[in-house]
T-cell receptor
Framework: DAKTTQPPSMDCAEGRAANLPCNHS???????VYWYRQIHSQGPQYIIH???NNETNEMASLIITEDRKSSTLILPHATLRDTAVYYC?????????FGTGTSLTVIP | EAQVTQNPRYLITVTGKKLTVTCSQN?????MSWYRQDPGLGLRQIYY???????DKGDVPEGYKVSRKEKRNFPLILESPSPNQTSLYFC?????????????FGEGSRLTVL
């Protein structure tokens, strides 16, 4: 049962890239890594997911290490609206606990 | 617009008064789930459903009931609410296909039990 480990909090200056790490050392070969974010107390929002190749969409980029034991979510130009809790999760549909994620604060 | 709709968004009730929080999705998703979120504890799953008439317990099912009679609806029932069920509740849905983990969440229902 692949668990993930994230730092509890991070700061980032507005306009700079925010790099949010996640450790998932027990991930299985066919399991995807998903990232969600939760702004204040709103419902979590899907950001991106990947298996082993790097992925990019309009919101973020996902870099997965070659051994797949860790990944980094990159917000290339953080804005104040990116202040949120970010969750890294494997197999979210089977996950009974989302964890507490990383609380990212974007500083003006 | 694809969405998951929860009602009510806010509710204050008293101990023992039965209540139902409704959840409806318009995406024809097989999978639906309920979570509660308490300060410092993250999202914990209460119940989930893989399809109509198929439900199963999550991490914290005590004190809750669910039903899945139709694909689009997944109500959460508190038969006899207690103060420890004061929480922020989220409903979510997904296609449920293997390796498709994109969950669509509702906006949340904040429940206070006095």
């Amino acid at each position: 049962d692949a668990k993930t480990t994230q730092p509890p909090s991070m700061d980032c200056a507005e306009g700079r890239a925010a790099n949010l790490p996640c450790n998932h050392s027990t991930i299985s070969g066919n399991e995807y890594v998903y990232w969600y974010r939760q702004i204040h107390s709103q419902g979590p929002q899907y950001i991106i997911h990947g298996l082993k190749n790097n992925e990019t969409n309009e919101m973020a980029s996902l870099i997965i290490t070659e051994d797949r034991k860790s990944s980094t979510l990159i917000l290339p130009h953080a804005t104040l609206r990116d202040t949120a809790v970010y969750y890294c999760i494997v197999r979210p549909l089977l996950r009974r606990y989302f964890g507490t994620g990383t609380s990212l604060t974007v500083i003006p | 617009e694809a969405q998951v709709t929860q009602n009510p968004r806010y509710l204050i009730t008293v101990t023992g008064k039965k209540l139902t929080v409704t959840c409806s999705q318009n995406m024809n998703h097989e999978y639906m789930s309920w979570y509660r979120q308490d300060p410092g504890l993250g999202l914990r799953q209460i119940y989930y459903s893989m399809n109509v008439e198929v439900t199963d317990k999550g991490d914290v099912p005590e004190g809750y009931k669910v039903s899945r009679k139709e694909k689009r609806n997944f109500p959460l029932i508190l038969e006899s609410p207690s103060p420890n069920q004061t929480s922020l509740y989220f409903c979510a849905s997904s296609t449920g296909r293997p390796n498709t983990g994109e969950l669509f969440f509702g906006e949340g229902s904040r429940l206070t039990v006095l």
